[in-house]
């Protein structure tokens, strides 16, 4: 089979890899020069199973409803008129709901775990001769507190998560200060964390572009400048491909890989899909030897915002605004986050220039990804990861590409319709 994998970024990338073990023959499409030069390429760096809890809950229902005027808010929607986004909102609102929120973080752990261990198994296939290097650091993920109430809900959600299998362990202020010491300047503003030792961290946007060479190594073709137009019906099935260049390319199979453009590409063949754009921010700092800085990942729940360590940079980010494609950035929204870093690290001591970014991350409105067949039965999904993409990637790409190899997944996929 020929198989094109529509997006190159880090789960386009990941596609191709497991679906070319398969021993499939795999073209990637990209309008971008090269791989993970979007979504993927200043995340937050976590691998993290720890944050499996959706957006879409009733505690966060109530947060979102009161940050509708902060501009600084760590979810901000900017409400208007578009047909996308209201009923994108209104399948948010059911999602919201009790029971929604527990099976869908049923589901966002489930698929994490299987990824974690895709990952680290991964990893171990090129550690002997051509180590898989992206600075990533097995260190587990500390959530921390610095209000009661946030950390009593956090209490909450980490014995729910426990239940699914993610070992979330309460940890007192001492223990967060023994895990990670760059905190101990403001022992004082913290009331507790929660830990998780299996999870991880590392860059993604590295890792994406170092896993694409070793795919390009074992055949996987790559078109990157290339801009896919739309998608050729024949018989039920998808015939082929059209690119901005006017080519018109033929495949057996085509798998849409492509984040918050995925509907664009989808809603021509009837196939409308559930996934928004939601800007991110990032901020990556540099360090020296000086600074005081974490080692250990870190979720700052109350801000939405995750710290990670890679090499000599310190990468934080989060927050999701919902703005359609707007990618200008808010000097607003990027000033919080610094502030909140300075907050946690005042003696950070920079080594240099604070490098700013943003990006659109493809959103589901219960945070679930969607990933597997649909009506047409050489056409498959993988989107929809939103904030866990990076954690996500591996495992998706297996799943996905055992189905599209005719093998049951390990983890169970949805049809599309």
Not at 98 to 127: D, H
Request: charged residues 20%; glycine residues 8%.
């Amino acid at each position: 089979m020929k198989i094109a994998v529509l997006g190159g970024g880090v789960i386009g990338i990941t596609t191709a890899w497991y679906l070319r073990s398969k021993g499939l023959s795999v073209t990637v499409f990209e309008r971008q020069p090269g791989a993970a030069l979007e979504t993927s390429f200043a995340n937050g760096g976590q691998i993290s199973v720890s944050h499996a809890e959706p957006w879409a809950s009733p505690t966060t229902l109530l947060k979102a409803l009161r940050w509708l005027t902060r501009e600084d808010a760590p979810l901000l929607f900017r409400l208007r008129a578009e047909r996308a986004l209201l009923s994108w909102s209104a399948r948010f609102l059911r999602e919201c709901l009790p029971w929604r929120t527990r099976t869908n973080i049923g589901r966002i752990v489930e698929l994490a775990r299987y990824s974690r261990s895709e990952l680290q198994r991964l990893r171990a296939l090129f550690a002997d001769e051509d180590p898989l290097d992206y600075q990533q650091l097995e260190r587990g993920i500390l959530h921390i507190y610095t209000d009661r109430r946030e950390y009593a809900h956090a209490m909450h959600a980490a014995t729910m998560l426990r239940a699914f299998g993610c070992d979330r362990r309460p940890v007192d202020v001492d223990a967060c200060i023994h895990i990670e010491p760059a905190l101990a300047p403001v022992r004082h503003q913290l009331v507790g964390g929660d830990f998780t030792a299996e999870d991880e961290s590392g860059d993604a946007h590295l890792f994406t572009r170092r896993l694409a060479e070793r795919c390009a190594a074992a055949g996987v073709g790559f078109r990157f400048g290339t801009t896919v137009t739309g998608l050729e019906t024949e018989g039920g099935r998808i015939a082929a491909l059209t690119t901005l260049q006017g080519e018109r390319i033929e495949a057996d199979g085509f798998v849409i890989a492509a984040g918050s453009h995925s509907p664009a590409l989808l809603a021509p063949l009837g196939i409308h899909i559930p996934v928004y754009p939601a800007k991110g921010y990032s901020a990556t700092i540099p360090l020296s030897p000086e600074s005081i800085a974490p080692h250990t990942s870190l979720t700052d729940d109350a801000h939405k915002l995750v710290f990670s360590r890679l090499g000599d940079r310190l990468r934080v980010a989060g927050t999701a605004e919902f703005d359609g494609f707007n990618l200008r950035p808010s000097p607003t929204r990027q000033a919080a986050l610094m502030r909140r870093v300075n907050a946690l690290f005042p003696a950070l001591r920079p080594a240099g220039p604070v490098a700013h970014w943003c990006g659109l991350r493809p959103v589901t409105p219960g945070s679930v990804p969607m990933i597997g067949p649909t009506r047409h039965d050489n056409l498959w999904l993988n989107t929809g990861h939103g904030t866990l993409g990076w954690t996500m990637a591996c495992g998706s790409a297996a799943a996905l590409s055992d189905l599209i190899a005719g093998i049951r997944p390990a983890v169970p996929l949805t049809p599309i319709h």
